[in-house]
Every structure is written in C-alpha cells, then in structure tokens.
C-alpha cells in the first residue's frame, strides 16, 4: 500500500492541474462569446491584427 | 472599486442588429481597427453586442460614440449604444461565480470518489490506510464545501434574518453536519464518513443553479438588446437656426428641439411652432392621431407623424409624465403581496418536518438504547443526510432551465425567476387594446363602400406613395390587396406638414388629407370614430376613407381559447368608447371599460385582487406599466415601451398572441411536472428515511441514493420537451 503515497498526490495534482486551467479560462473571458469563438479560431492573420500594429508603431 | 468604475468608463457598449457571421465580426473590428482613437474593438456573437475600448477619455462621450455608429452604418450594420451594461455585468460577475463554485465541487466530488470507491471496496484494506484515505478527503473537502457552499449559505442566512425558511436552509445544514459529523468519524477513526455526499450535493445543486441563472440571463440580456433599440437622442435648436444631436439626458427646461415628421418626441414638451398629427397610443391608448398645433403639450414616447415640430422643453426627469408613471408602479408594485416560490413553500413544510425527524431520531435511540449519545447524535445526522435535499433543491430549478429554453425557442424570454409559477395560477387575463390585441398600424376600415372604388383608391393611392404617413401607407396596403398599380405622377407631390398631399395626376388636380385641406365642411359625413383621409380631385365628389386599428391575426383565437378554459377575459383600454366597444364585440369579450386612465387600470386590477383574482396582465403602452406591475404576472410585446418592458414578466418577440397560450401552457406544465418531482422526491424519502433512523444506512447507500434521485427528477423535467403547443390556425 506504500504505492498510495505517490498516488495520491499525483491525482490530486493532476486534478488540481485541471481545475486551474479552468480558472484560468474562466478569467481570460474565453466563454463570453462561445458561438464568435468557434468562428474566430479560423481567421487568418490577418488585417485586423497587422492594422492593431500599425497603430502600436 | 475605484478601478472598476474606471473601466467601465473607458470601455463602451453597443448592440449591434443582424450580427450572425463570421464576416460580420471581420468586417465590424477591421473597420474599427483603422480608428486610432480606438484602442480595441471587439465583436461577441452570443450576446450581440460590440465592445469599444477608448485609447483616451474625451469629454463629449455622445459624440464618440455617434462616430461608432456612424461607422458602422457605413459598411450597414445599425449599431445602438447599450442602455444596460451595469445589470448585465452583475448577471455576468454572478454567473461567473457560481461556475467557479460549480467547477470547485466537481473537482472535489470527482477526486473523493476515487478515495471513497476504493475505501468502500477494498475489505481487506487496514485501519491505517482508510484512515489516510479519510484525512486527505477532509483536506480536499473541507475547504471545497467552505467555497462552493457560499452561494448556499449566503441566501440561507439571508432567509433566516428575514424569519423565513427557504430551500439553502435545509442545504446549508446538511452540508455543514454532515462535514462535522465526518471530521468527527475520521477523528475517532470510524470507517463511516460522508465526504463524497457533501461534494456530490453541491455539485449537483450547483449544477442546476448554474443553468437556470445561465438561461434566465440569456433571456434578460436578449431583452435588454430590445430596449437598446429605442434611440434617446434629440436634436437641439440652436438660436442660429442649426441642430445639434444631445442625448437626451442633456437636456434643460427652455431649450427647443425639433422632431421631424416619423420621430418620436424624446421629452415632455410646449410645441412653440409647426403642425402636426400626433399619435398618442402608446401614452393614452387612442388610435386616433391628436392634432397638435402652437401651444399644444405633447408627451415624450409618442410619435410624430407628419410636419416638423419645434417643441419647449417643459419638463425634465424628475417632472416628465413618464415619472408619474413611475410612482404610480412604484405604490402598485407596494400593493403586491410577496409571492413566495414553490421550492420555498416546498421548504417551509419539508424543513421543520426533516428536523424534527432528526431530533426524534437522537432522542429516541438516547432513552431507548444504550448506545451513547455520539452515536446517536451520528443517527441523527444520518437521517438529515438521507432525506438529502439533493432531489428537492433540483426539483424546481430543472423544470424551470427546459421550460426558460423551450420558451425562448417559441419566443418568449422568462425575465422573473418566478414569473412561470406566477402565470400557471391565473384565472383572470386582462388584455390592453393599441398595441397589444391591435397591431398598432391603421389599416382601411371602409373599403367595402361604394365610394371607395378601386379608381379612387389607385388615384389616392398614386399622391400617397411617397409619404410616410402611416395612413397613407395603409391606403397602399389596401391598393396591393386588390392588385392596382398605382399611377405614375407627372407633376411633383407637394406635402403640406399636418394638412395633407398634392399632385397633378393625368392632368387632374387632386388633393389628399384631412377635411380643412380637401375643403369639406364639417357637418358632411360626420366622423369621430376612425382616424380619416379624404380625398378630392378637381369637380368629383370628395371621397371618404376610414381607418382602423389592425387586430392582431389571431386576436380572436387567443381570446376564445382563454374563454373556453372559464377564464375570465377583460378588455381594458384608454381608446374611445365605439372603438372600444367594435373590437370588443368583434373579439368576443363582454366585459370592457373605455377611456382608462393609468390610475383606472390599476383600481380595478386591485378590486379583483381583492376578491381572489388572479391577474395576468398583457399591455405595451406607458399608460399601461402601473397595470402591468399591480397583476400578479405580467406579459409585454417587445414592441412595447421600454418602462412596460422593464415591468413585464414576460416578452413576447411575434406579431402573433398565440405566444401567450404557449407561455400559459408551459407555465401549467412545468408546476405540474415541479409537483411530480416534490412527490417523487418524498416517495424516495419515505423509503430511505426508516433505514437511516435505524442507523442502518452506509455512506455507499447515501451516495447511490443521492444520483439516483437526481437523475429521476432530472429525466422527469426533460418530459416539457415533448409536451404539444398551441399554435394559432394559420400560422
């Protein structure tokens, strides 16, 4: 049963892994527009960002 | 707080109408992106709604935020500022928080389970070992339930201060035992505890509470769109004779505007020059324009239909007719009797009942048995766990997430989060007439006359083409009815502001417009009843046409479906008594008052309140917002005003009734299918509630029995899916 000692916290840790990455999700706002989402993941580099930099410059 | 505030200043609202593709999102933040005054533009497609973040502050904010719309309507999106940002960011920050509680106890519950599983399983485990396994799951548990149960403990103590009972009280105790029952066995070492059970309850309640706030938000957030669409700008009269746009708000007594024929009048007001046709309906119910001239007062909300009006401002906010609407919903709203939830009654018997079984429990296995006070305090507590709130707690929140979206589907948004156990009660539905069983749009009443052949109406017709009147625009209407091109005029339509149109058409000279214009004395054809055009061509007899209000296609339908189920239908409108009493008759309603006032609709809603009634209440103008707060539910069209919209239970998106039959129908279902779960969820504690007071219940039975009657309850709520709906005949 020594084997528990490293098993545990293993799956605690990677539960904890998830749960964070949740959070962090939740925080960068990545489900306040779940349907703009789907759509935006196919965009190209494109204008919008070069103008963003533009104007950064 | 100080930052926060910032933010929101610097970070600005729009909805934007007809956002769906992916090329719109392109489209609208490349075009913003040129802006350098912009120093982020991004677009949500769920929401509808445009995001701008300013790069600096400026003083003129309207200014800045016209240069977006202007912008927009460039490349032909309408784009309006978003009235309601503070309300939906709340609605967001609550959201979020319960998805962040939600994910804490789903984590939790899904690691316990693995320690539970194998503690349950593992017979030939040592002491040592299951001890292990209970002092990390009280690490992992303690603090998720001290997180995730806040929401519950928060609205439990909220109750208890109140002197009332709710649901999270009941919640809130047996998460907070059945914790201390559990440090407690793992203390002493005893090979029951009941950490997984804590978890579990908060996720599955959580889950629950999760989608019902998710759907209800949705709803109000597609309603607060609706509102945005109202403009609430005017234009200012400069002495020099130029305009300028001001927000509303802006605006002091003495200033002028001008409204321009099709506006709405944004403020209360003295015209101090122009003449014009008001209509009034959505302030006083009557259909028939108001002729406004110098001196005259007019009231913010209704529209302008032809000829410029400059107007004096008279009164501001704090002092606007609108505000008198306000106190009078303030004191309606006063008179209405707290309704207390379903799931809260459901609590006000299930708590002390499963309390005093918990007591009994202890006291008897104390007296009868010599087991000892610990281990019958554990019995106790056992039985608090059993007659787990887990199926009561999820009892109304799942009825309400389908029947919320099936509605929304049908389009009808659920704004009150009670709103549908409110309208299954009703006995009694009180509809208002403009607006509500009408469409609001005149339509011709006498077509069928001799007089009104089809060359005078191709002739009236051909002068009314290029106004916008909404008059003219039904002769129109009833032109295309009877397949008549409308004839070409040589000579140009001259317009004259609150008299009438024109035109030279094959050489005939012919007049359309009121009597003064078309020179007809006022004793010929007398009329008071329908809102009127005459029309004149040189040497003819003048030619009268009438029109009337448009019912709503299914007006009929809907009405006679309330009657047939004994309800009681009323009619109560601020329009004249004739029109009143035509489409009284036309629809079937017997009981009917004309020329309401504000103060009228609400008495009488009051007098049948006090006689036992229940009210639903369906309405859409100004006049009828105090009304809409005094019943005990309410329904707006989502062209209703902006206060009715914001006083309704409900909004229904069509140009048809028949969404309220369907609203109705859902309403009776889901309390029907909420009572289901309170049986089913009793059933289950009749049975498990003997096993735990015998102290014979293990925390494996306890786990089994919570999914399992989360499931039940669950899968019967998912049966408003299959229910069948009204649907009016032609649809």
């Not at chain 2, 439990?156 to 029952?181: F, H, Q, W, Y």
């Not at chain 2, 106190?327 to 002390?352: C, F, S, W």
């Not at chain 2, 409110?422 to 011709?444: C, H, M, N, S, Y």
């Not at chain 2, 049986?679 to 306890?702: D, E, K, S, W």
């Amino acid at each position: 049963m020594d084997i528990l000692i490293l098993l545990i916290p293993a799956a605690l840790f990677l539960g904890l892994v998830g749960l964070v990455a949740f959070m962090w999700t939740l925080r960068a706002g990545q489900y306040d527009d779940i349907e703009g989402i789907s759509y935006r993941a196919l965009f190209e580099e494109d204008d919008i960002e070069k103008e963003q930099k533009k104007k950064e410059d | 707080m100080h930052q926060a505030s910032q933010e929101v200043f610097k970070i600005e609202h729009f909805v934007v109408e007809g956002l769906h593709c992916p090329k719109c999102i392109r489209e609208i933040e490349g075009t913003l992106a040129e802006n350098k005054k912009i120093k982020n533009a991004r677009v949500n497609l769920s929401t509808q709604r445009l995001a701008v973040e300013w790069s600096q502050e400026t003083d003129n904010a309207l200014a800045r935020s016209e240069e977006i719309i202007t912008a927009l309507d460039n490349i032909g999106f309408k784009a309006f500022p978003f009235k309601n940002a503070n309300i939906s960011a709340e609605e967001d920050r609550v959201s979020k928080s319960l998805l962040r509680a939600m994910a804490v106890s789903g984590f939790a519950a899904a690691n316990v389970m693995l320690l539970s599983v194998a503690v349950w399983g593992g017979s030939d485990m040592n002491e040592s070992t299951r001890s292990l396994m209970h002092w990390v799951s009280a690490a992992i548990v303690l603090p998720a339930a001290a997180y995730a149960g806040q929401p519950f403990f928060r609205s439990a103590l909220a109750a208890l201060k109140g002197k009332r009972l709710n649901m999270d009280v009941p919640i809130s105790l047996a998460v907070i035992l059945t914790c201390a029952m559990s440090l407690f066995e793992t203390i002493i070492q005893s090979d029951q505890t009941y950490y997984d059970a804590v978890v579990m309850l908060l996720f599955f309640l959580l889950i629950g509470r999760y989608l019902d706030q998710k759907m209800r938000s949705h709803a109000r957030s597609v309603a607060h769109n609706l509102m945005s669409y109202k403009v609430s700008k005017a234009s200012l009269l400069h002495d020099d004779g130029t305009t300028e746009d001001v927000a509303v708000e802006m605006l002091v007594p003495g200033q002028i505007i001008q409204v321009i024929a099709g506006d709405k009048i944004p403020i209360d007001g003295k015209v101090v020059s122009g003449v014009s046709d008001i209509d009034t309906s959505i302030v006083t119910g009557e259909t028939i324009p108001q002729k406004t001239k110098t001196d005259d007062i007019v009231y913010a909300g209704t529209i302008n239909l032809n000829g410029t009006l400059s107007i004096e401002i008279t009164a501001t906010t704090g002092n606007t007719l609108l505000d008198e609407i306000i106190v009078l919903m303030e004191t309606a709203e006063q008179g209405r009797a707290k309704y207390v939830k379903l799931a809260d009654r459901a609590a006000q018997i299930y708590a002390p009942l499963v309390h005093f079984l918990a007591a009994a429990t202890f006291l008897g296995w104390l007296v009868l048995s010599n087991i000892g006070w610990e281990l019958s305090l554990i019995n106790a507590i056992a039985v608090l766990i059993i007659t787990c709130p887990c199926a009561l707690g999820l009892a109304v929140p799942v009825v309400q997430v389908v029947a919320s979206s099936r509605l929304f589907k049908a389009g009808i948004l659920v704004k009150a989060a009670d709103g549908l156990e409110r309208l299954a009660e009703i006995d009694t539905v009180i509809f208002d007439k403009t607006g509500t069983l009408t469409l609001g749009q005149p339509e011709l009443a006498n077509g069928d006359d001799e007089t009104v052949s089809d060359f005078n109406l191709e002739l009236a017709a051909s002068v009314a083409k290029t106004s916008s009147h909404p008059l003219c625009r039904a002769l129109i209407v009833a032109c295309h009815d009877r397949d008549l091109p409308t004839i070409a005029t040589t000579s140009e339509i001259r317009e004259e502001p609150g008299m009438g149109l024109e035109a030279t058409i094959n050489g005939l000279e012919v007049r359309l417009g009121n009597r003064e214009w078309c020179g007809i004395n006022a004793n010929y054809l007398p009329n008071n009843r329908y809102s009127e055009l005459w029309l004149k061509a040189k040497g003819a007899t003048p030619v009268l046409f009438c029109f009337k209000d448009r019912m709503r296609s299914d007006a009929h339908d809907v009405v006679q479906w309330f009657i047939r189920r004994k309800m009681k239908v009323i009619l109560l409108s601020g329009d004249r008594k004739d029109v009143v009493e035509e489409a009284a008759e036309e629809l079937g309603i017997s009981r009917y008052k004309h020329s309401c006032k504000p103060q009228d609709k609400i008495e009488i809603i009051e007098r049948m309140k006090d006689n036992g009634d229940k009210i639903l209440m369906v309405g859409d103008g100004i006049n009828d917002a105090p009304a809409l707060s005094a019943a005990d539910v309410s329904i707006s069209p989502s062209s209703a005003a902006e206060i009715s919209q914001n006083a309704a239970d409900f909004i229904f998106q069509s140009q048809k009734l028949d969404t309220i039959v369907r609203a109705y129908q859902v309403s009776v279902s889901s309390r029907q299918l909420v009572f289901t779960n309170f049986a089913l969820a009793a059933i289950y504690n009749i049975i498990a509630v003997p096993f735990a007071a015998a102290g014979m219940l293990t925390p494996l039975i306890a786990a089994i029995a919570m999914s399992m009657s989360s499931i039940v309850v669950t899968g019967n709520a998912l049966r408003l899916n299959f229910e069948k709906l009204y649907k009016s005949h032609d649809a």
